[in-house]
């Protein structure tokens, strides 16, 4: 499956309905910034713990930052795999520069 596979597929998952665009794209915000938190959460237990990383649940986790991060995606009408052809341009250019100062 491609990313954009993935996008289309998550267009079709059933979402809460809100009045405006904009009470969607917070809630979708909001769910990814909760599942980051949930993936940083994982890691710090284990740095506070000494113990290693859960890499079962670290993985679970990054999955539903993956599915919240292709939902905006979908809902700004973004293909995830043009933004992340951009993003790989514009990380690209900047390693160029470092590599060059």
Known sequence: MTI????EWTATVSKPTFESR???LAYMLLGLIGEVG???DTARRATRDGTPLN??????????V??????????????PSA?????KSNITARALKLASD
Do not use: P, T
Request: aromatic share 10%.
């Open 55 to 64: 890499e079962d649940k670290f993985v679970y986790e990054l999955g539903d």
């Open 38 to 40: 949930e993936l940083a």
């Open 4 to 7: 954009d596979e993935y996008a």
């Open 66 to 79: 993956l599915h919240h991060w292709v939902s905006l995606c979908v809902e700004i009408g973004q293909l």
């Open 83 to 87: 933004m992340l052809l951009r993003r």
């Open 22 to 24: 904009d009470q969607r």
